[in-house]
């Protein structure tokens, strides 16, 4: 994953499921909706068999992993260099087409406009966007704190 990249996975939407572990929150193993993929992004192809990928990896991406046939998760990145409001509010029209909602942080973001750009204001993709160089201290400043 690039630094200029939010990662997130979408999940689907359970009730409760913060009182589940992260492997059961994005799993889609028992998910018995059919899925629609987000065309708009444009398929490409991928590193693995196993995912089909939607955009580009090194840009805004949503991938879809597959084990033995079977959605296993839904990974997202999105591009903080170059997203549009446009193209942020396409994501969340999709992921609320597919009843599901985004896992950012091990918290639970629905999808709504305002809260994923909440999230991604908050997010060291975002610092690293708005100043490389102080991103770059912070992070050996975090490297030396450990």
């Given amino acids: 994953m690039a630094v200029w990249q939010f990662q997130c996975f979408i999940i689907p939407f359970i009730k409760d499921a913060n009182k589940l572990g992260k492997d059961e929150m994005i799993s889609w193993k028992n998910v018995e909706k059919p899925l629609i993929y987000p065309d708009f992004l444009g398929c490409e192809k991928s590193w693995s068999i196993d995912i089909i990928q939607y955009g580009h990896i090194d840009k805004t991406c949503i991938e879809f992993i597959y084990d033995k046939g079977k959605l296993e998760e ?71 704190d450990q």
């Fill in 74 to 144: 839904i990974n997202c990145r999105l591009d903080l260099r170059t997203l549009t409001k446009h193209n942020l509010a396409r994501i969340v029209e999709y992921v609320q087409s597919i009843e599901a909602c985004f896992l950012v942080n091990d918290k639970i973001c629905l999808p709504k406009l305002e809260m994923i750009v909440s999230f991604m204001e908050q997010s060291e993709a975002n610092q690293y966007c708005k100043s490389p160089l102080e991103y770059f201290k912070y992070i050996d400043k975090k490297m030396l």
